[in-house]
Protein backbone atom coordinates (compact mmCIF):
# COMPACT_ATOMS: atom_id res chain seq x y z
CA UNK A 1 0.00 0.00 0.00
CA UNK A 2 1.28 3.07 -0.87
CA UNK A 3 0.00 6.30 1.52
CA UNK A 4 0.76 9.64 0.06
CA UNK A 5 0.79 12.91 1.91
CA UNK A 6 2.52 16.72 2.56
CA UNK A 7 4.93 17.90 4.98
CA UNK A 8 2.86 20.08 6.96
CA UNK A 9 4.79 23.51 9.03
CA UNK A 10 3.69 22.38 11.93
CA UNK A 11 5.51 19.06 11.66
CA UNK A 12 9.21 20.63 11.01
CA UNK A 13 11.31 22.61 13.31
CA UNK A 14 13.48 26.21 13.11
CA UNK A 15 15.11 25.01 10.18
CA UNK A 16 11.71 23.45 7.91
CA UNK A 17 13.18 20.14 8.46
CA UNK A 18 10.37 17.14 10.07
CA UNK A 19 11.03 16.40 13.52
CA UNK A 20 12.33 12.77 13.82
CA UNK A 21 8.98 11.94 15.88
CA UNK A 22 6.60 13.15 13.50
CA UNK A 23 7.83 9.86 11.41
CA UNK A 24 6.09 7.40 14.24
CA UNK A 25 3.27 9.35 13.50
CA UNK A 26 3.12 9.22 10.06
CA UNK A 27 3.65 5.34 9.74
CA UNK A 28 0.33 5.49 12.37
CA UNK A 29 -1.35 7.33 9.91
CA UNK A 30 -0.32 5.13 6.74
CA UNK A 31 -1.04 1.71 9.06
CA UNK A 32 -4.12 3.13 10.22
CA UNK A 33 -5.26 3.57 5.68
CA UNK A 34 -3.78 0.25 5.98
CA UNK A 35 -6.06 -1.68 8.16
CA UNK A 36 -9.02 1.05 7.04
CA UNK A 37 -8.39 -0.76 3.49
CA UNK A 38 -8.39 -4.52 3.78
CA UNK A 39 -11.80 -3.85 5.81
CA UNK A 40 -10.65 -3.90 9.58
CA UNK A 41 -10.51 -0.27 10.88
CA UNK A 42 -9.14 0.37 14.40
CA UNK A 43 -12.59 1.75 15.44
CA UNK A 44 -14.23 -1.68 14.06
CA UNK A 45 -11.31 -3.71 15.81
CA UNK A 46 -12.09 -1.59 18.98
CA UNK A 47 -15.86 -2.14 18.85
CA UNK A 48 -15.19 -5.56 19.38
CA UNK A 49 -13.71 -5.66 22.09
CA UNK A 50 -10.00 -5.24 20.72
CA UNK A 51 -6.87 -2.87 21.01
CA UNK A 52 -4.35 -3.03 18.45
CA UNK A 53 -0.84 -2.37 20.68
CA UNK A 54 2.58 -1.14 20.03
CA UNK A 55 5.03 -3.86 20.84
CA UNK A 56 8.01 -2.36 19.23
CA UNK A 57 9.15 0.88 16.72
CA UNK A 58 12.50 1.51 14.71
CA UNK A 59 13.02 4.53 12.18
CA UNK A 60 16.59 4.99 10.53
CA UNK A 61 16.59 8.19 8.88
CA UNK A 62 18.69 8.69 5.65
CA UNK A 63 17.76 12.30 4.49
CA UNK A 64 15.30 14.61 5.67
CA UNK A 65 11.97 15.50 4.85
CA UNK A 66 11.16 19.02 4.68
CA UNK A 67 8.41 21.64 4.87
CA UNK A 68 5.93 21.44 2.24
CA UNK A 69 7.35 18.18 0.56
CA UNK A 70 5.45 15.49 -1.26
CA UNK A 71 6.23 12.63 0.18
CA UNK A 72 4.77 8.82 0.04
CA UNK A 73 5.29 5.47 2.63
CA UNK A 74 5.11 2.31 1.16
CA UNK A 75 4.13 0.21 3.76
CA UNK A 76 3.69 -3.67 4.04
CA UNK A 77 2.99 -6.22 6.01
CA UNK A 78 6.21 -8.42 6.59
CA UNK A 79 5.17 -11.12 9.34
CA UNK A 80 2.30 -12.46 10.93
CA UNK A 81 2.02 -15.33 13.65
CA UNK A 82 -0.31 -16.23 16.58
CA UNK A 83 -0.23 -12.93 18.59
CA UNK A 84 1.59 -10.77 16.40
CA UNK A 85 2.08 -8.83 13.19
CA UNK A 86 4.99 -6.64 12.04
CA UNK A 87 5.31 -3.72 9.29
CA UNK A 88 8.13 -2.64 6.77
CA UNK A 89 7.94 1.16 5.66
CA UNK A 90 9.66 2.95 3.74
CA UNK A 91 9.04 7.00 3.05
CA UNK A 92 9.95 8.09 -0.43
CA UNK A 93 10.49 11.59 -2.08
CA UNK A 94 10.20 11.04 -5.80
CA UNK A 95 11.81 8.14 -5.87
CA UNK A 96 14.20 8.66 -3.24
CA UNK A 97 14.28 6.96 0.11
CA UNK A 98 14.37 9.35 3.01
CA UNK A 99 13.23 6.98 6.09
CA UNK A 100 13.11 3.25 6.71
CA UNK A 101 11.01 1.96 9.87
CA UNK A 102 9.52 -1.11 11.24
CA UNK A 103 6.54 -1.69 13.75
CA UNK A 104 5.49 -5.07 15.75
CA UNK A 105 2.43 -5.02 17.23
CA UNK A 106 -0.21 -7.05 19.46
CA UNK A 107 -3.82 -7.53 19.74
CA UNK A 108 -4.82 -7.42 23.37
CA UNK A 109 -8.53 -7.62 25.14
CA UNK A 110 -9.22 -6.73 28.39
CA UNK A 111 -5.30 -5.85 28.91
CA UNK A 112 -4.26 -9.17 27.78
CA UNK A 113 -1.83 -10.02 25.32
CA UNK A 114 -4.51 -12.53 22.90
CA UNK A 115 -4.01 -14.43 19.63
CA UNK A 116 -4.68 -12.19 16.47
CA UNK A 117 -8.50 -12.56 16.24
CA UNK A 118 -9.79 -14.40 13.27
CA UNK A 119 -11.40 -11.86 11.00
CA UNK A 120 -8.35 -9.35 11.32
CA UNK A 121 -6.02 -12.27 10.91
CA UNK A 122 -8.02 -13.65 7.44
CA UNK A 123 -7.84 -9.58 6.26
CA UNK A 124 -3.41 -9.79 6.80
CA UNK A 125 -2.97 -12.95 5.65
CA UNK A 126 -3.87 -12.01 1.90
CA UNK A 127 -1.32 -8.82 1.71
CA UNK A 128 1.84 -8.90 -0.08
CA UNK A 129 4.98 -9.40 2.05
CA UNK A 130 8.39 -8.83 1.92
CA UNK A 131 11.42 -9.45 4.04
Given at each position: ????????????????????????????????????????PYSEIR???????????????????????????????????????TFLYEV???????AEGRTR???????????????????????????
Open positions: MIYRRRVQFYETDAQGVVHHSNYFRFFEEARGEFLRDIGVESGYEVVLLEASCTFRKPLFYDELFEIQLCLSEVDRFTFRVEGELRHCVTRQGRIVSIPEKLRIKLLPTPRRG
